[in-house]
């Protein structure tokens, strides 16, 4: 190097020169801001526009919630003590409203002394979702999911224990029907002796059973009435049992559509495109003034099962075609890897085909989740008590007659603190599964 | 000695229905069929036998008579002296109207949000994420009840104008009030109208359509027609010559002038609203619950079409984008050449979906009290006649062929804009 240069450079540097901090106009928040907030004159605009905006919104909104009152009886009071506080009782928001009827809103016309159902039944659903939903969960609270069903239903209706403990014992003569029988005369046959057996069970012994070892053995809650349950305790009820009780039929409705067989095809595509083609309103209708009529006469059953029903069903025609996306979307070659095994199609399905399909529809399936559990507010339009519902009872009070926006304002932050907690952990999820190497 | 030609001959046993492979599909179809046709009957049997005893036996005759109810928000003339499958008419309007006008809004509203969170500035990419955030994640049914509730006490008593000092003046240079009953716009008027054509003469779905309105129509139409003619020429010429003749200012006239000429020989002019009494008289009026609800529905279905057109917008590899520029188009172009219509592609689908939601989701219009096939059929008729089952099941009819309806259209276009694959 020296040797050919030495004659036409006089000087080398043979070190490095340090390395110099950055000027301060691209660094630290000034940096930041010129290159996110301020470049141009057209972004400046926006942003001081943004700003302006914001600041607008903010001065009305912030003063509104926290230059507030907690504690008063009515509307009127609150007024009262926002004049004589700032001099003025408009613009200033009235939450005692929500202090007095928090538990309203939570449990509907519940009765007071039994809250502890409900409550037990919340903490219950966390402990029977835990090994679905974390991995560090242990596999045994397996079981409390399977008896959650019918634990949910007796601690919030109430009444004899002997109820819920038949039907689940239905689903136990299913089980063992299938696992005892399918040695001697096939699975198929084993199938529908076992499921033959168990309606039977339903249909005709549950009844006369439970009212009999119910008046031997008493053990029993003291029930409660479907018309006093109410605020986000049905919301949240009648979302879980749909978003329990959807995925299963969706599943198998979407592969009824996908198979080969023309007539489950039709009827599971006939099913779907009907669900799908009408406003869950309708479907509420039915629930409220149909359903009765389509069972045989006599039959008056719970209008909240009636409406769990309906909304159930509907839930399944969405996530139906969630899952439809997702078997779609599996590459050919593992339907026909799994035939190479040797699988029969359930097998195929249940080790291969579903555990993919299901990893790609999560997005979907969460956000039909959200979009039933955000629907259960269309309940209160035939009249049950969801908290959109209980506004108009709160209001319909001469205490809190014109109140508005702090109950609207609460149960929104309510829903959406469900709502984007479940986006959030479906983003989570996604990235749990990820097996792919990106 | 035997050869073995032929496998054994097979008999059929009844066993083969359930193990062998080419029989058990027609098997496991044909309990399904029965299984379904038995479950259909029990249903229909329980029905019968339960309208019987209710003394309802299923019929439509309920139709025909005397509604007697008033639908305040109506498009077409209606009184309570209409039949009932009138008043269910008027009702399907009413759905059809604020379910276009909210797509429109939601898909203005939404592409806007979409394109603006993918904006360099992070400051407007945040509010537009939070107005996703907080649209998506909150029933629509809450903002429809809440939009309704924020007219109603925020908007001043149409007495706020009166006086001569009136604490509330209409906007718009004097043209549309805002008032809690309401807002009252300016509505065109012709001195000269060519009157109406009255169809289906006295049967309940008659209705009227203006002249004037069709000759609009058609003549904007046939302007326009004649505008993309003249574009068509300027490009043949610019691809004959590589150079493109000025046609703008050609095109804005042909636009613009014979429709100017046809609305002056119409007399068209506008009539205002004004106080008159106790309320605004004149113009027309728009209901609370009827821009409540259009509101509502479109700023939340705007968050998810936001959400779409983002997705769709992002779908589309840097390499386009790049590749474009390269060939030397500028910004804008590369944006209407070369991304939208790759982007239209994965929007398209997901965008119909939110049309039908848009649509199913009018029916909660029953929250707020506007008349739309769910308020008059599925309401007012169904709790008067008492008829539930055929109610019910003519409005699930209804929009379902209405979700067809959208479905086939939208599709139609999608087929339109797809890129053609080999």
Not at chain 1, 87 to 111: D, K, M, N, T
Not at chain 1, 119 to 129: D, G, S, T, Y
Not at chain 1, 364 to 369: A, L
Request: proline share 5%; charged share 15%.
């Amino acid at each position: 190097m020296s040797d050919t240069h030495g004659e036409t450079v006089r000087f080398v540097r043979e070190t490095m020169l340090p390395e110099r901090e950055p000027p301060t106009s691209q660094v630290g928040l000034l940096g930041w801001g010129r290159d996110n907030l301020f470049t141009g004159p057209f972004n400046t605009i926006v942003t001081i526009v943004s700003l302006v905006l914001i600041g607008y919104l903010l001065a009305g909104l912030l003063p509104w919630m926290f230059q507030s009152v907690w504690r008063a009886d009515s509307l009127s009071e609150c007024r009262e003590i926002a004049t004589a506080t700032w001099g003025q009782s408009e613009g200033h928001a009235c939450w005692a409203v929500i202090r007095e009827r928090w538990p309203q809103l939570l449990f509907g016309f519940y009765p007071s002394e039994l809250y502890w159902r409900p409550i037990l039944a919340f903490a219950l659903l966390i402990v029977a979702v835990a090994p679905v939903l974390f991995p560090w969960a242990s596999n045994r609270l397996l079981a409390v999911s399977a008896a959650y069903p019918f634990l949910l239903a007796w601690l919030l209706w109430g009444g004899s224990i002997w109820g819920p403990v038949m039907v689940a014992a239905g689903f136990a003569i299913l089980y063992f029907g299938v696992t005892l029988l399918s040695g001697r005369i096939g699975a198929l046959g084993a199938l529908i002796v076992a499921v033959v057996a168990a309606l039977l069970w339903w249909l005709f012994a549950v009844g006369p059973v439970a009212g009999e070892l119910a008046r031997l053995i008493p053990i029993g809650l003291e029930p409660v009435e479907s018309r006093d349950f109410g605020g986000f305790m049905l919301s949240i009820l009648i979302g879980v049992v749909a978003i329990g009780c959807s995925l299963p039929i969706g599943i198998v409705l979407a592969l009824g559509r996908q198979s080969d067989l023309l007539i489950v095809k039709a009827l599971c595509v006939g099913f779907i495109e009907f669900i799908r083609g009408v406003p869950l309103i309708t479907l509420l209708f039915v629930a409220s003034t149909l359903l009765n009529i389509f069972m045989p006469p006599g039959t008056d059953f719970d209008i909240i099962l009636r409406v769990m029903i309906m909304v159930t069903l509907f839930a399944s025609a969405y996530m139906a075609e969630v899952v439809r996306g997702g078997l779609a979307a599996l590459p050919k070659g593992q339907y026909e890897g799994a035939d190479s095994l040797g699988f029969d199609y359930w097998q195929a399905q249940r080790l291969v085909i579903m555990p993919q399909a299901l990893k790609i529809s999560i997005p979907g399936i969460v956000s039909t989740f959200i979009g039933v559990f955000k629907d259960t507010t269309l309940v209160s339009i035939i009249g049950l008590l969801d908290p959109l519902g209980l506004t108009n009872a709160i209001r319909a009070d001469t205490a809190w007659n014109g109140v508005y926006w702090e109950l609207f304002g609460f149960i929104a932050l309510l829903f959406f603190i469900f709502c984007f907690g479940m986006s959030r952990y479906s983003m989570y999820l996604e990235r749990r599964l990820r097996t792919d190497n990106h | 000695m035997t050869t073995l030609t032929d496998p054994p001959k097979e008999t059929f046993r009844l066993g083969m229905l359930i193990y062998d492979t080419r029989y058990r599909s027609m098997t496991i179809q044909v309990v399904a069929l029965i299984a379904f046709m038995l479950l259909a009957a029990w249903l229909i049997s329980n029905t019968i036998t339960n309208l019987n005893t209710l003394g309802k036996p299923v019929q439509f005759g309920f139709f025909t008579e005397t509604a007697s109810y008033d639908i305040n928000q109506k498009l077409i003339e209606y009184n309570n002296q209409d039949s009932h499958l009138r008043a269910a008419f008027v009702g399907l309007l009413n759905t059809l109207l604020v379910a276009a006008l909210g797509c429109v809004t939601a898909t203005v509203v939404g592409v806007l949000v979409g394109v603006l969170r993918l904006s360099p500035n992070w400051l407007v990419g945040r509010i537009m994420t939070v107005y996703v955030e907080m649209f998506r994640n909150v029933p629509v049914l809450l903002w429809i009840v809440l939009a309704m509730a924020i007219l109603i006490e925020s908007l001043p008593a149409p007495s706020a104008f009166r006086g001569d000092d009136p604490s509330s003046t209409m906007k718009l240079m004097d043209s549309v009030a805002f008032t809690n009953r309401g807002v009252y716009i300016p509505e065109p008027l012709f001195t000269r109208s060519l009157g109406d054509i009255h169809l289906f003469g006295a049967s309940p779905v008659r209705f009227d359509i203006s002249l004037d309105l069709i000759a609009f129509v058609l003549v904007l139409g046939l302007s326009i027609f004649a505008a993309r003619k003249i574009s068509a020429r300027a490009r043949a010429v610019q691809e004959a010559t590589g150079v493109r003749p000025r046609t703008w200012h050609v095109n804005l006239a042909v636009i613009f002038l014979p429709t100017i000429a046809l609305l002056a020989a119409l007399g068209f002019h506008l009539g205002y609203p004004a106080l008159k009494g106790f309320n605004f008289q004149g113009g027309t009026h728009m209901r609370n619950s009827l821009i409540a609800l259009w509101l509502a529905l479109s700023l939340y279905t705007a968050a998810f079409i936001a959400e779409i057109v983002r997705g769709g917008i992002l779908a589309i590899s840097t390499g386009q984008t790049e590749a474009a520029g390269a060939l030397g188009l500028r910004p804008r172009r590369i944006m209407s050449l070369v991304v939208l219509p790759q982007a239209l592609r994965v929007i398209i689908p997901p965008l119909i979906s939110q049309y039908l939601n848009l649509t199913k989701n009018s029916s909660l219009a029953i929250a707020v009290g506007y008349m739309d096939i769910t308020g008059t059929l599925g309401g007012i008729t169904m709790n008067q006649t008492g008829r539930e089952l055929e109610c019910v099941l003519l409005l699930m009819l209804v929009y379902l062929v209405l979700s067809l309806m959208i479905s086939a259209v939208m599709n139609f276009y999608n087929n339109r804009v797809k890129l053609v694959e080999r």
